[in-house]
Nanobody, 123 residues
Framework: QVQLVESGGGLVQAGGSLRLSCAAS????????MGWFRQAPGKEREFVAA????????YYAGSLKGRFTISRDNAKNTAYLQMNSLKPEDTAVYHCAAGLNSGITLPDSYNYWGQGTQVTVSS
């Protein structure tokens, strides 16, 4: 069982930055691919980024690459999402997830989810 707790969300002006954290419980954190997804009101959950357990490779939604950076610290059981040059359309609830399956851009590939943290970008 893995429990995930996100933090770091908030209100920021367009062009600003935020760093989200996802703290995980359990001893097998390094075994899991960690993903970030977001969901805006009235929209489906959307893949943002993912990083496998080794942290060597990183995967991004095409539209976000270059502004967002995913990372992880296996010693701290924590994953991060650095978000720069934020835009109003980035406003959403951001969720982290942990999974052992392939298809890392798909929500159904993840076994555990955090409760989410709200990110609001004002224009």
């Amino acid at each position: 069982q893995v429990q995930l707790v996100e933090s770091g969300g908030g209100l920021v002006q367009a062009g600003g930055s935020l760093r989200l954290s996802c703290a995980a419980s359990g001893r097998t954190f390094s075994s899991y691919t960690m993903g970030w997804f977001r969901q805006a009101p009235g929209k489906e959950r959307e893949f943002v980024a993912a990083i496998p357990g080794s942290g060597v490779n990183r995967y991004y939604a095409g539209s976000l690459k270059g502004r967002f950076t995913i990372s992880r610290d296996n010693a701290k059981n924590t994953a991060y999402l650095q978000m720069n040059s934020l835009k109003p359309e980035d406003t959403a609830v951001y969720h982290c997830a942990a999974g052992l399956n392939s298809g890392i851009t798909l929500p159904d590939s993840y076994n555990y989810w955090g409760q989410g943290t709200q990110v609001t970008v004002s224009s």
